[in-house]
């Protein structure tokens, strides 16, 4: 069985022009770090611990370098692993 195309609707195409031509606004993604990608957080030497949604850890980061990483399934990491990292990092015994 063929995929069927959809019909154009001509009358609308009168009113508003060819929709495979229509221009979009520009899209600018935020600025804002949690949108930010491992290489610009880098470059802005980014300070602060971040969840990576893809890896499943939380990250943390000092001067734009990844110091540690705690795993966080389900999006949520165990406080005492994060603590232990945080002590393991700064040097707080």
């Known amino acids: 069985m063929k995929d069927k195309k959809p019909k154009r609707d001509l009358r609308l195409e009168m009113k508003m022009g060819d929709p495979?031509?229509?221009?979009?606004e520009d899209y600018r993604r935020s600025?804002?770090?949690d949108f930010a990608t491992s290489s610009e957080?880098?470059?802005?030497?980014?300070n602060g611990y971040r969840m990576n949604a893809i890896t499943s850890e939380?990250?943390?980061w000092v001067y734009g370098v990844v110091r540690g990483r705690v795993p966080a399934p389900n999006g949520r990491a165990d406080e005492e692993a994060v603590q232990r990292e945080f002590n393991k990092?700064?040097?707080v015994e």
């Open 20 to 24: 495979r031509k229509i221009q979009t």
């Open 41 to 46: 957080l880098a470059e802005r030497r980014f």
């Open 89 to 91: 990092i700064f040097g």
């Open 58 to 60: 939380l990250e943390i």
């Open 31 to 33: 600025d804002h770090n």
